[in-house]
């Protein structure tokens, strides 16, 4: 993974980032994933500076299943929150960041270019880049003004 972002390490990203991704690693606990088995966390910033944590749910209609992204802002705009200012991807492989879906990268650009962090488990390095960068030319239909 390169050009679209950058590799840095946990211990120098901000607080309130480390913040994040550890409440991503949190989330990622509670994923419901008998069928990949594979688990993954997300953490979302809200602009009011509160946390929505999501996982991934998976279904035996493996269509049904809701990534981990989808979840926590899914939960956020179900609070009334629709301004996010960072958002924390967790998953575990051991060669590489396991970025978001495509479906999961609209569904995030749809509410802004956010900074996003993927990371693992272990803290040791975190990729950063945003939505717009893993998502040129989205689809968009509404300007910032009606949303
Ligand atoms: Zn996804």
Redesign the pocket.
């Known amino acids: 993974m390169s050009g679209a972002g950058k590799v840095v390490e946990f211990d120098s990203l901000a607080g309130d980032i480390q913040e994040l991704i550890k409440a991503g690693v949190d989330a990622r606990t509670y994923s419901y994933s008998p069928y990949s088995k594979f688990k993954v966390g997300a953490a979302l910033r809200c602009e009011d500076g509160t946390i929505c944590k999501g996982c991934n749910v998976e279904n035996t209609a493996y269509p049904v299943s809701i990534?981990?992204?989808?979840t926590a802002i899914s939960k956020a705009v179900s609070d009334g929150k629709r301004k996010f200012v960072a958002l924390a991807v967790i998953a575990d492989l051991d060669d590489t960041f396991v970025s978001?879906?495509?479906?999961?990268r609209q569904?995030i650009i749809e509410f802004g270019d956010i900074p996003i962090y993927l990371a693992k488990t272990s803290l040791g390095t975190v990729f950063e880049t945003s939505a717009a960068n893993m998502l040129p030319l989205a689809f968009a239909i509404l300007n910032n003004s009606e949303k």
């Open positions: 990534c981990a992204e989808r978001p879906c495509g479906e999961c569904f």
